[in-house]
Each structure stands twice: as structure tokens, then as C-alpha cells.
């Protein structure tokens, strides 16, 4: 073969037979390069290859063969995913003044307080398995109560939509901050509702009670923030009468002093949550700078009974006037929670009344003889404005937490027999609120609140 290949190219030059010798390479080279590498070459190409448009320009670089009429250019591709073992970014934290509510018909602000409860299969955020601080006395599905519905609605205003408590944004907005909650033990049920919804982003740590558990502070270490609870039934400064050697249930109201408890701490905290009422429901004495002025439920021909609604004005205006007063108290939110409702029926506490309903009230069903309650829930919130116009000019901030339109309609949300004490059995309690419960509520109108 080779010698047929000399006689056949012997009579050319060497250099000749070089070059002729390598044009299937150049060939296959040119193919490669300048066809399928071209970026701007749109050709339909044998091999299986079949038509591979790069570009849509019609210029046509090298060869001879016409070019297909030019196609229109292809959209930009999508951005490639991120590999199946790695998790979605993180959404952008939110501004620091984004607003949590979602207005509707463009307004941008609405009334929280008004309107109505609607059903939601999901509105049960923690269990009493998820949630290891549930107090016995709330925890009503442990005790025996069988229906569950009340655990599935959600409070809808009228004008917005009030999204789901979350823990996680909530904990991100605190971080670094104190918040006490200040007031009975309704202040305690939302103290312990909000510890509860927290815990389910992370695990606080129990690190202060104190001897009588009237004081206790929960601390969240990844979080850095503190959350309180103080024990002060009435905001202000009282005594409990002895009669005969024991506690008679009867007190003594400074309406001029506020209660040590909570004034010795305020100055540490950035939120606070007061709230008070109930414990003004029975026989006291009203006394300014040490003079009786007068008493609530007495009946007594020598004492002026100045009645409910004026022992709870003056007992708020006194709290919030300090708070205007404290001068270390700089920056700090206060929000006033509104009068929460019991619901009674059939009789008082302590004459057989209980609550047993398993649904919410509509708001045509609400009974109209609970002027009191919204009288409660009305000066309370005049006199938060009273103190927001006196301190205005310090920059103090102050917020309302208003509850109680939306709580008279959940006759079903309390522990009624399910309450598990063993020292008072035959009462019921229809003035705290089971956990989970519509209570939970309260605390997304906390995290509206702060983030507006």
C-alpha cells in the first residue's frame, strides 16, 4: 500500500505531500471551530444534531449554505435553581416599621377591635405537648373538656386582615429587649399564652420566681430578650384588712401611690403591659395622701361609695402618670390591654354559675346587657389617651391593647369546670381563658402593635 502510494504522490514536492496529508484535519477543525463553536451561527446541522439556535442574528459567518429566515429572540433564560440539598434563602427581614396588618380597599390603618370571628381549622398553635409551661388551672383539654372547636377561629377585623402570631419575627423584633407584663392573674394568662407561642421558636430558660410566684422572669438566650410577669392586682399601692386575726378580702386603695412591685423595675424595661380590673369587684376603701375618701360596694352611712368605674379610672390614671413621670424610662412602649370579659351564667362564681358554651357569639348575639364591660373598656382607653397627650412632648409612647369587644364574644374560650382545682370544686372559672385558646389573640394584637 505504500509502495502504490509513493508511485501515485512520488512525482510531487514534500512539502506538497504534508499539507495534502493533513486537509482532513484542517476539515475537521474548520467543522468544530467555526460552525458549532460560532455563537453567532444559526445552521441546521446533520449528525443528529438538529437545528441549535445560539443567536437570533441573521449575519452569516463562514461557509456558503443560506441561512433559515431569522427567528424571533428567545426569552432570557430562568435563573438556575439551587441544588436540591440546599434550603431556600431566607426572606429579606422586614423594614423596621413594616406594618403586620393588610389593609384592604387601600387603607392602610384599621380598628383591630371590631369585627368578627371566623373559622380556621389551623389556628391552634401550640399543644400542651409542644408547650411544657401550660399551668394546670388553663390547661382545659388536660382536664377534661372533650369539645374542641373553641380551639378553631380566628378573629377577623373588619377593615384588615390581622395575620397568625409569628414567633420567629417576633423574637427577631425583640431582640436585645425586656417586656413585663404588669397586673392579675388575666395579665398572667396572656404572660403565659405568649411564653407558650414563643417557646415553639425556642426554648426560654425559668430564671427567677419568686418565694410566693407572684414574680418570675423567663429569659431567651439565642434572642437575648427577657420577658416578666409582676403581680400587681391593682396598679397601685393597697392593704389587705385583717379582721379578727384573718384576711377579710378587703382593701385598702392608696389612689395617690403606686405599687412597689412593679415602679422598682420599670426603668429596666422596654415593654410594658398593664392591664387591671377584676380585683376591684368587691368591698374597698378609697384613700388619697392617707385621708378615706371614700369606698366601692361599702355601704357604710359615713362613706361616699364612689363606685367601680371611678376606683379603676383613678387607679389607671395613677399607673400611667407615673410611667410619664419615670425619668430612666426613655424609649419605652406601654400598651394598655382593655377590660376582659367573664361570662357567667345562671349565677355568680360562687353561687353556680358557669360557662359550658362550645361556640362563639356572633355580634347580634352578644348580650346587650354588657354595658358595664364596655363602660370598663372605655375609660381605661381615655385615660391612655389622656396620658398619650401628657406625654407627647417627652416622646412617651403608648398603645392600647383593645381586646374586649372581641373577647365578649367568646362565652366558650374559658376553663368553666375544666380547671382541675382540687381545694374549690362546684366553682367554675369563667373569668380566665383556656391555653391554647381565643386568648392567643391577644398576643397577635401585641405583635401589630410593636411592629406599627
Known amino acids: 500500500m505504500m509502495k502504490g502510494r509513493r508511485r501515485l504522490f512520488g512525482h510531487l514536492p514534500p512539502s506538497f505531500l504534508f499539507v495534502l496529508s493533513s486537509l482532513p484535519i484542517f476539515a475537521l477543525f474548520f467543522f468544530f471551530f467555526f460552525i458549532i463553536l460560532n455563537p453567532n451561527s444559526n445552521v441546521n446541522y446533520p449528525f443528529g444534531f438538529g437545528r441549535i439556535v445560539v443567536s437570533s442574528s441573521s449575519e452569516h459567518h463562514g461557509g456558503n449554505d443560506p441561512l433559515p429566515p431569522p427567528s424571533p429572540p428567545p426569552p432570557p433564560p430562568p435563573s438556575p435553581p439551587p441544588p436540591a440539598s440546599s434550603p431556600p434563602p431566607p426572606p429579606p427581614p422586614p423594614p423596621p416599621h413594616a406594618s403586620i396588618v393588610s389593609p384592604r380597599d387601600g387603607i392602610a390603618q384599621c380598628d383591630l377591635s371590631k369585627g368578627r370571628w371566623v373559622q380556621d381549622r389551623n389556628m391552634s398553635r401550640y399543644t400542651s405537648s409542644s408547650c411544657n409551661t401550660i399551668p394546670d388551672s388553663k390547661n382545659c383539654l388536660k382536664n377534661g373538656r372533650e369539645d374542641r372547636d373553641f380551639l378553631n377561629w380566628r378573629w377577623q377585623p373588619r377593615r384588615c386582615t390581622l395575620p397568625r402570631f409569628d414567633s420567629y419575627r417576633f423574637l427577631r423584633v425583640v431582640t436585645g429587649k425586656r417586656m413585663a407584663f404588669i397586673g392579675d392573674s388575666v395579665a398572667r394568662n396572656q404572660f403565659e399564652s405568649l411564653l407558650c407561642l414563643l417557646s415553639q421558636a425556642e426554648m426560654p430558660m425559668d430564671v427567677y420566681k419568686d418565694s410566693e410566684d407572684r414574680v418570675r422572669t423567663w429569659f431567651f438566650p439565642n434572642s437575648n430578650f427577657t420577658l416578666m410577669i409582676f403581680w400587681s392586682q391593682f396598679l397601685i399601692r393597697h392593704e389587705e384588712m385583717v379582721i379578727n386575726g384573718s384576711n377579710s ?7 395617690d ?8 423595675k420599670l426603668s429596666q424595661i422596654d415593654y410594658a403591659v398593664i392591664s387591671t380590673s377584676h380585683w376591684f369587684f368587691r368591698k374597698n376603701y378609697l384613700y388619697d395622701h392617707d385621708i378615706l375618701v371614700g369606698c366601692v360596694y361599702c355601704n357604710e352611712p359615713n362613706v361616699t361609695d364612689l363606685g367601680l368605674n371611678y376606683s379603676i379610672r383613678m387607679a389607671v390614671r395613677r399607673a400611667l402618670r407615673h410611667i410619664n413621670d419615670c425619668k430612666g424610662c426613655n424609649g419605652m412602649v406601654t400598651m394598655l390591654r382593655t377590660f376582659s370579659p367573664a361570662h357567667f351564667e345562671n349565677g355568680a362564681w360562687n353561687n353556680g354559675g358557669g360557662c359550658n358554651r362550645t361556640r362563639p357569639y356572633s355580634q347580634g348575639e352578644v348580650d346587650k346587657s354588657k354595658s358595664l364591660e364596655r363602660e370598663l373598656r372605655k375609660l381605661q382607653v381615655e385615660e391612655l389617651e389622656r ?12 398603645i392600647s391593647l ?38 392567643d389573640v391577644w398576643n397577635d394584637f401585641l405583635m401589630a402593635a410593636i411592629l406599627n
Open 249 to 255: 378580702g378587703i382593701f385598702n386603695l392608696h389612689l
Open 257 to 264: 401611690k403606686v405599687d412597689d412591685k412593679w415602679v422598682t
Open 387 to 398: 396620658a398619650r397627650k401628657e406625654g407627647e412632648a417627652e416622646g412617651s409612647k403608648f
Open 402 to 439: 383593645d381586646v374586649t369587644e372581641a373577647m365578649l364574644m367568646r362565652p366558650d374560650g374559658h376553663p368553666d369546670a375544666h380547671w382541675g382545682n382540687k381545694w374549690m370544686k362546684g366553682y367554675n372559672d369563667c373569668v380566665h381563658w383556656c391555653l391554647p385558646g381565643p386568648i
